[in-house]
């Protein structure tokens, strides 16, 4: 009888210490990097608020994932009393080309404070590009009543003074964006193109959306952190420009989602085409 009490607890503070931590590997997972859309993910994380935001970022299992079907999960939950925020960054250096993000989200479901965001970024180009900033996001930015809930910007849009000309809160039949949908830009060094399709299918369809930017706008220059930028129109990429998705709250002092829900968003599949592909 003793051994069999014994065998039951060595049993029983095994699986508990099971628990205590996240495997090293599991599906779609290596530690901190993800395996998505044939391409190496870095996966931030941060134990107090960063940018954007600024949020905590997890690195949990649960809430950064791939799953059978190969398909990117980012969540923003809450642990311990603190909301988490998600972001992926690949280990890829990108330049002009064409970005293809198919997503499986709802927006409109989003709680009004939300962000969902496919967009480019380079730490070392601020003076030069300002980060190098091209974007799609998702978000009803505060206001519970917006019906456009997806936007197309080239960055600076809000450092220090505001420029809306950089910007576009385009109309999509919200049919479209409940379920899987697919959204592009292609950015050269004279003009980006935003598109946004219905379904997976991108190429020889109809747009249900589309915005372009050119070089017909006015240089504009990002303030952050008592800097200030050189002139910008369309930015350029750096040496060190990658991709970046992110699932996140605003305002400031992450407070999470302002109906205290859990969200999740799918990312189907990402391509990245060189220009001149």
């Known amino acids: 009888m003793k051994r069999i009490v014994f065998l039951t607890a060595l049993v029983a503070l095994f699986a508990a210490s099971c628990k205590q931590s996240d495997p090293t590997d599991v599906l779609g997972r290596q530690g901190n990097v993800v395996h998505f859309a044939g391409r190496k993910w870095d996966i931030k994380s941060s134990n107090t608020p960063v940018g954007p935001g600024p949020n905590y970022f997890s690195k949990k299992y649960d809430d950064v994932w791939v799953d ?44 009004e404070n939300v962000v969902f965001g496919l967009f480019t970024w380079d730490n070392n180009t601020f003076f030069s590009d300002g980060n190098s900033e091209v974007d799609i996001e998702f978000s009803k930015w505060d206001d519970a009543t917006s019906e456009t809930p997806t936007t197309y910007s080239v960055q600076p849009v809000s450092f220090g003074t505001v420029y809306p000309e950089r910007t576009r809160e385009v109309a999509i039949d919200n049919s479209y964006l409940k379920g899987v949908s697919t959204h592009l830009f292609t950015w050269t060094d004279t003009l980006i193109t935003w598109k946004s399709f219905d379904g997976t299918t991108w190429q020889n369809v109809d747009p249900v959306a589309t915005w372009s930017f050119d070089l017909d706008h006015p240089a504009r220059v990002k303030e952050e952190g008592g800097l200030t930028s050189d002139p910008i129109v369309i930015p350029a990429p750096g040496n060190t420009t990658n991709t970046r998705m992110n699932f996140w709250t605003l305002p400031f002092l992450a407070i999470g989602p302002t109906n205290g829900l859990k969200h999740e968003v799918v990312v189907r599949d990402f391509i990245y085409l060189p220009a001149g592909f």
């Open 68 to 111: 059978e079907n190969g398909y990117l999960h980012l969540t923003i939950d809450q642990h311990d009393g603190l909301w988490y925020s998600s972001e992926v960054i690949s280990q890829d250096t990108m330049g002009y080309g064409t970005y293809v993000f198919t997503i499986q989200a709802d927006p409109m479901s989003f709680a």
